[in-house]
């Protein structure tokens, strides 16, 4: 029988004093996360360079298209979200996420299928560039250069957008989404120009900046929000549909990073529900039996929720948005107040900048660093995830 911890490394427990050891975190990141994080503003920078490349004008050539397919799993598949929050309510026409092989069965001529894969080899993505191509739909396909995707591509003469693979796709996700939004832009479907790229990109080099491995936890904000997450069941919450893609892009990387379960979503949908998760066992019931005057250090350990607020800030409220930011402003701060009145501890990021793309840059930034921070205070490996590997083995023929 197969000893199911091989290959299994770190602690149970976050040992804070790692993060504050930059050797002891380099020897626990071989694979370069934190360096592949701290390179999303130059992802930003090579991606629009590359997709203006690609001749992506020829798209609108053919008028808009009844809908937009965006085909891919995992981080190909979050920037659909994107798309679909950086366009707004405003946006024109459906836009899709497709997470399964082939294309949804009404998908045609007059539609257009964007098939996204970091390797160039997703089954998702292949089997939907591939539909696509036999239905006479227009296609658009992102990732690596010199690869099966690339190759249905070039077989139907479609636009191909190169994304050099030097990191695993959940530390590519800005690699992958701007040709994704710049496709979007040439269908007339979002407004992104190239001074909301540039302040982007400028955005992520200052908070990666911020969150540098040499800077100390208590003046990084990374540090300090995975010291606050360790060991705790983290809930993630976002304010509105931007900040709902920034919370959902967190619960990917703590999983897949840091190997803790998540909550994740809309703030709005938890109101509905969740949002008694408060009241339960790891929350406020929970924290009710505690002793306030126990030395915390003596007292017996227990699981308790850890909640992550997500803001938009309010800003650009002069724009058309699904429901007033009056009233996500309102619900965000109940739900502060909520979790406050319970004695469960609550983290907010708040979104900065004028754009709707800058603003979702500033959510994701800090997070990114933190979900990684957080696997190299339990001694993980933030890039080798041996179950990800044993499933492989143990499902493909």
Known sequence: MMDGTAGLRGRPVA??????????????????MLRHTAAAGAQVRESAALAAEANLGMLADEGRPRAVVIAGIGTAARTGEVLTTVAGPRCPVPVIQHRSAGVPGWVGAADVVIAVSASGRGPEALGAAEAAARRGARLVAVGAPDSQLQSVAEGVRAPFVPVPRRAPARASLWALTVPVLLAGRALGLVKVNEADLAETAARLDTDADR????????????????????????IVWGSSPLATAAARRFGDTLSANARYPVVAGALGEAGRGRV???????????????????????????????LVLLRDGGLNADEDTDEPLVVEERRADAV??????????????????GSALERLASL??????????????????PMAVPAITEMKELSNP
Do not use: W
Request: aromatic share 4%.
């Open 15 to 32: 040992d804070e004093a790692l993060l504050d050891d930059v050797a002891a975190m380099s020897e626990n990141d071989p694979g370069g």
């Open 211 to 234: 969150c540098r491995p040499s800077a100390e936890s208590f003046v990084n904000p990374a540090k300090s929000l995975a010291l606050g997450l360790a060991g705790s069941v983290p």
């Open 276 to 306: 008694g998760l408060l009241d339960g066992v790891f929350g406020g019931l929970g924290e009710s039996s505690r002793d306030i005057f126990a030395d915390p250090e003596e007292e017996a350990p227990g699981t308790r929720l850890r």
């Open 336 to 353: 502060q107040t909520l979790a406050e009145r319970r004695g469960v501890r609550c983290d907010v990021v708040t979104a900065e900048g």
């Open 364 to 381: 994701t930034a800090v997070p990114d660093f933190a979900s990684i921070y957080l696997a190299l205070a339990h001694g993980l490996d």
